[in-house]
């Protein structure tokens, strides 16, 4: 790490590339833990899987058509929209055909990219990077649009916090409550597409879902309200990103992987060291823990 830390001094890349770790980690944390807290994995990876559509349509048009303004991540911001709000639709309306929805936003996001790809003239190497993550490739332009999305999740993320923990619960009370459950819940979705596009530029779409999910489940074991497993859940990322990032730079490891092997050991250890500790604690001074996929309710 000595040698990582010396480069970070030395190297503007690596700055960018640690600000975008550090920017993903405040929304990642905000937004994993209403993903968790609602049960709704399953949608936010077929909302991640869907931008490739909109990175490989961007990226089309910025070569062929010369629309060279249009980076891939407008794209990616209009394809997850897009597929949020296809998916909250349908969930709202026809519940019942929300599996299928979301299996063919993902299938049909994914295939559509791949298409986009196949006709776009030259190398791919831009895409592929999308795919499986390269923080080092962070420019300044996209450390503004990033720094924008982070900005707005966060804001609607607290702004809307009692509204949000509402419909994460228990709709039925936010009903009765009158809040607007639909609305809400569309606006969620939207904010977990955003979330997911910053997501992208770190740890690549492949693996969004493992870096949206398991620190907040590690997050979980440490805390009894929703605010407090944001607050850890987004510190857990910035750590681990950045750790992962020198690991990878010093051992020429791709870093994106490096993250998520990072986060899934980490997961892995604190699941497991907690559950032996419960089991080996007496029986009368146990006290039930939250689960790992499901924050509490704030108190």
Do not use: K
Request: some cysteine; aromatic content about 8%.
């Amino acid at each position: 790490m000595r040698e990582f830390i010396h480069a970070v001094s030395a190297h503007s890349f690596l700055q960018y590339a640690l600000a975008a770790g550090l920017l993903a980690s405040v929304a990642c944390g905000v937004v994993g833990t209403y993903v968790a807290a609602r049960r709704i994995t399953y949608i936010a990876g077929g909302i991640a899987h869907s931008v490739l559509g909109g990175l490989g349509a961007a990226r089309y048009l910025q070569v062929t058509r010369g629309w060279d303004w249009l980076h891939p991540l407008y794209g990616a911001i209009v394809a997850a929209l897009l597929a949020a709000i296809i998916i909250g639709v349908v969930s709202i309306r026809w519940r019942e055909s929300e599996d299928t929805a979301i299996s063919a936003i993902w299938a049909i996001g994914m295939a559509v990219g791949v298409l986009f790809i196949a006709r776009t003239p030259g190398y791919a190497e831009n895409l592929m990077n999308y795919l499986f993550g390269n923080i080092l490739m962070v420019t300044p332009s996209n450390l503004l649009l990033l720094g924008i999305l982070d900005a707005v999740v966060v804001v609607l993320g607290l702004i809307f916090y009692r509204q949000l923990l509402a419909i994460s619960f228990d709709e039925e009370f936010a009903r009765l409550r009158g809040i607007n459950v639909e609305a809400f819940y569309l606006m969620l979705l939207c904010m977990i597409a955003l979330t997911v596009v910053l997501l992208v530029t770190v740890v690549g779409l492949i693996m969004v879902i493992a870096l949206l999910t398991l620190p907040v489940a590690v997050a979980t074991r440490f805390s009894r309200s929703l605010w407090q497993v944001m607050l850890i859940a987004a510190l857990l990322i910035a750590f681990l990103t950045t750790l992962g990032l020198g690991i990878s730079y010093d051992a020429d490891l791709p870093a994106g992987a490096t993250i998520i092997v990072l986060t899934g050991a980490l997961y892995l250890l604190v699941i497991g060291t907690t559950s032996v500790a419960a089991r080996l604690r007496p029986a009368g001074s146990r006290r039930s823990s939250p689960e790992g996929s499901s924050p509490p309710p704030a108190t």
